[in-house]
């Protein structure tokens, strides 16, 4: 380093000794100034001697507003300690604190968890139900006041809890909670007095804990559903991330739908304005957390009534309310809406039927399968009449597609004549197929939906609600462990069997399509490719679908073997085809289509020659 650097660096180092030295005597300075004027300020502006508490919007302003508060005369809604209060019935205990007046726990008795212990819906502070108090042109939150109550067992077995909070000056608030003796349904009667004004907002937050065995599962089965005053309903599932959602209409009640557990909040004049919000701060220990703001006008401009629902998402519970709230069951949505009438005109008149008689539930998904197979029995002989009838003219057939070869066209019209002439309807076998269909797709629906079936025993499986295992990994084992997750259940590898013995069973009672080799080999592929899905399904469905495989197996070997007589069916064909042919109207539109088809091919060389 010569000798202009050193210079040069001492110099920088002088400038910045200097600019610190004297940023450091400003900032003294500044301070200096700024204490004496507050000095000043404080001299000429003294503290009032007394606080008026109906400025006071919270416990924690007055908690703020002097640091000696025995001085100062507070309300008894500021003040106070808090204390846990329970109110309970048959189906519900519920506990309250004396600082809010909102329940901050609830125990559903009848159930347990998965791992057999109390079943808490939600427990702990994140869990609020607040309304906002008009006060001096301000506001309080009746969750931030204290509370004296007063616990009242009526006749009748009903219980009920009335807190009362005094805000001073003529200003009160009542909250009564009433707990009918043997149900689910809450009555709340919100009161206030002194405190005229329009629609009151209401605060409503729940943090729903994890019960059952798959958190992943109870999290997919996490909903919100909504039913606006003029009958429109909708719901969406709950997904990790801040959501809100804000309705547009009247709301006649709000509910969050876990898998087998739901709360919902019902205003009998309907909420004004509601906005609905999740969190994604998700951990291991509950599912889903949400907090809803509803507006709401009083009646009588000072009391509103709701009704709050805590307790298990069974469908005749919510059914029998007639509120709506058997939504929340969900047996059929979305293309496949239509499948809940089945389920509730059908399945669960003959499940609850059943179960009156019969407590083991896997005999019960025995005797229905074997109910609804003999009430479809006609569709699946008429099905197995047709396929026969296809046997027999499959000599024919190969003969007609020997004969023209390639001409697919000129085939496919002799076929259809050969159909006509026998009597023989090519969709005999697909249509009753096709209506049993909707059936298969409402017990899809209805058994991961039954609470009924959580925690019954059946076999091997613990619980019939959720999937069977007979083998476990805690290794995450790429692409398996997310197809399959980190288990294997037996009753979806006995119905991937039963399925594939079914195809090869029909692959020699159905004649081939040599012309389509997708269809050939599709029952095979497609029982493996529904592995990954079933293996996380219910273990009432995939024992349903397999008990379901193997009624059809003997169903099809008595018929073929008893009822179905392929050389007296031969013999029908041939009187028929020495009939006058009448074709339907369906066959007279294919052979149109044919022919057009026709048609235009024989058009088109000529056009490539111009």
């Not at 991330?241 to 709301?251: A, M, P």
């Not at 539930?361 to 399968?369: A, D, N, Y």
Request: hydrophobic share 40%; proline share 4%; with cysteine.
């Amino acid at each position: 380093m010569d000798r202009n650097q050193i210079i040069g660096f001492s110099l920088l180092a002088a400038l910045l000794i200097s600019y610190v030295v004297y940023n450091s005597y400003s900032e003294n300075q500044y301070q200096e100034a700024k204490r004496a004027d507050s000095i000043a300020h404080a001299k000429s502006h003294p503290l009032p001697a007394k606080v008026d508490s109906s400025q006071l919007l919270s416990t924690k302003t007055l908690a703020d507003s002097s640091s000696d508060s025995s001085k100062i005369a507070l309300p008894a809604a500021y003040q106070g300690s808090a204390e846990t209060i329970t109110l309970e019935n048959n189906k519900l205990s519920l506990q309250f604190s004396t600082k809010g007046a909102f329940p901050i726990a609830a125990l559903i008795k009848d159930y347990k968890t998965y791992d057999k212990k109390p079943l808490y819906l939600f427990n702990g502070k994140d869990n609020k139900f607040s309304m906002t108090l008009p006060i001096n042109n301000g506001a309080v939150a009746t969750s931030d006041l204290f509370y004296t109550y007063q616990q009242e067992t009526k006749s009748n077995g009903d219980q009920s809890i009335r807190f009362a909070s005094d805000l001073g000056e003529g200003k009160s608030v009542t909250i009564t909670y009433t707990l009918p003796a043997n149900d689910y349904m809450m009555q709340i009667s919100l009161q206030t007095t002194g405190m005229q004004g329009t629609d009151r907002k209401i605060t409503w937050q729940t943090r729903s804990l994890h019960t059952e065995r798959d958190l992943s599962a109870e999290r997919m089965n996490s909903q919100i559903y909504y039913q606006f005053v003029d009958g429109d309903k909708d719901y969406y599932t709950i997904k990790e991330g801040n959501e809100q959602k804000t309705l547009d209409k009247k709301t006649k009640w709000v509910g969050f739908r876990m898998h087998f557990f739901s709360t919902a909040l019902i205003a009998d004049n309907g909420f004004t304005a509601t906005d609905i919000r999740t969190t994604d701060k998700l951990d291991s220990s509950f599912v889903s957390q949400n907090k809803t703001s509803f507006s709401i006008t009083p009646d009588n401009q000072e009391t509103i009534h709701l009704k709050w629902y805590i307790g298990p998402n069974g469908y005749k519970i919510l059914h029998a309310y007639d509120l709506g709230l058997d939504e929340m069951v969900p047996l059929g949505y979305g293309v496949m809406a239509f499948v809940k009438y089945i389920n509730k005109w059908l399945i669960i008149p003959i499940f609850d039927t059943l179960s009156k008689f019969i407590s083991n539930f896997g005999i019960i998904i025995m005797l229905m399968t074997i109910i609804i197979r003999l009430l479809l029995s006609f569709f699946t002989y008429k099905s197995y009449l047709s396929s026969a009838k296809m046997r027999v003219l499959k000599p024919e057939l190969d003969e007609l597609r020997a004969k023209y070869g390639d001409d697919q066209q000129k085939f496919g019209m002799e076929q259809m004549k050969l159909y006509r002439t026998a009597g023989v309807n090519p969709l005999g076998g697909c249509l009753p197929t096709l209506l049993q269909l909707p059936i298969l797709f409402a017990m899809f629906y209805f058994f991961p939906s039954s609470i009924e079936l959580r925690q019954e025993q059946f076999l091997w499986a613990t619980d019939l609600s959720t999937y069977d295992s007979i083998h476990n990994w805690t290794t995450n084992i790429p692409v398996v462990s997310f197809v399959f997750g980190n288990h294997l259940s037996l009753f979806t590898i006995l119905m991937t069997a039963s399925s594939l013995f079914l195809a090869l069973y029909n692959k020699n009672m159905t004649p081939q399509d040599p012309n389509n080799p997708m269809m050939k080999w599709m029952p095979y592929v497609f029982p493996f490719m529904l592995i990954g899905v079933f293996n996380k399904m219910a273990a009432a469905l995939t024992f349903y679908y397999f008990f379901s495989n193997m009624i059809s197996i003997a169903q099809q070997f008595v018929i073929q073997k008893f009822f179905i007589n392929e050389a007296k069916i031969h013999a029908q064909i041939q009187e028929n085809k020495n009939k006058p042919a009448t074709p339907s109207k369906w066959q007279e539109k294919i052979e149109q289509m044919q022919k057009a088809q026709m048609e235009k091919m024989k058009q088109q060389p000529s056009k490539n020659k111009k």
